[in-house]
């Protein structure tokens, strides 16, 4: 699965950067029913995966791998991570990184924000070697959505690794974290694209996460 990733970014990205990015631990705010829907079918999502107690539609064609989240331990679940990588032709390339984690229910929204947004601080401390490697590094104010009566804390950010040689090397990326409270579960979902369609995407996936 590695692999694949570094063969099609040997004209594009930098591998090292998108391995990070994809392997993050990892989205103020208007909560709500979304006010706005996305534009769909930029990727069709026709596959399930279903394990460790929660499920979501995806590609057909994405290559899955799960493994523990600390360490040698497995997936299991009580915590885990679950990458993703799909290409739809040879110009673009998808990544998504799942992460779970058995959590106390909040008791409280502020609790639960604080809880949401720790996730996506984490996130971003993981990715700052990736950033010192970046030209440009940007990334927009914290906002909330309401998905599938789940609420949802997330972030966008744009990694620019352009050069002369390789113009238009960008990476746009969304970092997500919510609270499952039927499992007791805290999950990020971070997903990053070659195209600036990230948040439609990760909104597109998230109709169909079920935990």
């Known amino acids: 699965m590695m692999s694949n990733i570094s063969n099609f970014l040997g004209n594009r990205f930098l591998a090292s950067m998108v391995l990070i990015v994809i392997i993050l631990c ?3 705010l208007q909560l ?29 064609g994405m290559q899955i791998e799960e493994m523990g989240f600390l360490d040698e331990y497995a997936a299991d679940e009580t ?18 990184k799942i992460s779970w984690i058995k959590m106390p229910t909040p008791h409280s929204s502020e609790e639960e924000y604080s809880l949401l947004d720790a996730g996506i601080n984490a996130s971003f401390d993981l990715l700052s070697e990736v950033i010192k490697s970046a030209n440009s590094f940007t990334k927009k104010e914290k906002r909330e959505m309401k998905i599938n009566n789940m609420r949802v804390l997330y972030q966008e950010y744009l990694l620019d690794f352009s050069s002369e040689d390789y113009p238009n090397r960008k990476l746009y990326g969304v970092t997500s974290s919510f609270y499952c409270y039927k499992s007791r579960r805290a999950y990020t979902f971070n997903l990053a694209y070659s195209k600036n369609e990230s948040l439609s995407l990760l909104q597109e996936f998230l109709r169909n996460f079920n935990c």
């Open 32 to 60: 709500g029913e979304e006010k706005s829907q996305p534009r769909k079918g930029i990727i069709d999502l026709t596959e399930k995966y279903s394990n460790y107690g929660f499920s979501f539609k995806y590609p057909k």
């Open 79 to 96: 915590s885990g991570i679950l990458v993703g990588e799909y290409y739809p032709n040879e110009e673009d390339a998808l990544f998504i």
């Open 26 to 28: 990892s989205g103020c």
